[in-house]
């Protein structure tokens, strides 16, 4: 049965993360300043409704206005909105400036798509291999280069990510076809995934669970099914973890040397007729 609660914060879900229970101090005084203000706007509407209601016998006057009136109303939002900005003005910068992400211990590149999120992990080498646009395809949806070493070991995951608690995660966001938005409610992370860009997102969660991942930005049909899985785990359950995901990658890797290419098949022979057609276009 739905639990209704006038209280909306009460359906926040738990904060996990470092920063989280700043965002969730500054929406709680958003929130209250926010309650007070529609009591008291809406309780001077009834008071006028009530006391100017039709009278036998009253008549109306003209008013033209109150300048201090004015002006108190107008200075009152502008001090709320300005004090609002400077007290979350340092949380934001801790959030979302590209200067204050902490030297990560865990990096990893994430990529949305219709409909699923997928993550790439540094392999055995622990480097994360060059990528570039023109390397993108179906079946390398990160543009790994292919001519870097460092890249061939790379894990690639759909759905599901593991990742330690206390540590400083840094996620190298991008999208490979329309706008996306990479939602961790939990650690209160809400970030456009933009195609052609990549952009930093960094948390450090503090507890360990598996916690949703969704999609935030409307992105087609089968957005509401565009969710993931994030299990935060202890560091030493994620090293099992990578170490097992590194050793099947090595095995696949070694697949791959011992089976030798088909050659490419040679050239057709141009006829004459060919290259005459081939001209004329």
């Not at 002006?71 to 959030?95: N, Q, R």
Request: charged share 15%.
């Amino acid at each position: 049965m739905f639990d209704f609660s006038w209280n909306m914060l009460s359906y926040f879900p738990s904060s996990v993360s470092t920063y989280s229970d700043a965002h969730d101090s500054l929406f709680t005084i958003v929130y209250y300043l926010g309650v007070g203000i529609f009591l008291l706007v809406n309780s001077i509407l009834l008071y006028f409704v009530w006391h100017y209601r039709h009278k036998p016998g009253a008549t109306s006057y003209h008013y033209h206005g109150n300048n201090i009136v004015e002006f108190t109303w107008t200075l009152l939002p502008t001090i709320l909105f300005a004090g609002l900005g400077l007290y979350s003005d340092e949380m934001w910068k801790v959030m979302k400036y590209p200067s204050r992400v902490p030297t990560p211990d865990v990096e990893i590149d994430v990529v949305g798509q219709t409909y699923a999120w997928s993550a790439r992990y540094p392999g055995s080498d622990g480097i994360l291999g060059n990528r570039g646009a023109k390397y993108r395809s179906n079946t390398n949806l990160f543009g790994i280069d292919p001519s870097d070493p460092h890249g061939k070991d790379d894990i690639v995951l759909t759905g599901e990510f593991n990742l330690p608690i206390n540590k400083n995660v840094v996620v190298h966001l991008s999208s490979v076809d329309v706008l996306h938005s990479y939602f961790l409610p939990n650690f209160r992370i809400k970030q456009d995934a933009v195609p052609g860009a990549w952009i930093d997102v960094w948390f450090n969660g503090t507890k360990a669970g598996k916690y949703e991942l969704a999609c935030a930005e409307l992105c087609g049909g089968g957005h509401y099914g565009m969710r993931g899985v994030v299990n935060m785990q202890s560091e030493s359950d994620f090293n099992k973890w990578i170490d097992a995901k590194n050793a099947v990658r090595k095995q696949v890797l070694a697949a791959e040397a011992a089976q030798p290419k088909a050659p490419e098949p040679a050239p057709a022979a141009t006829t004459a007729e060919d290259a005459g057609h081939t001209e004329h276009h």
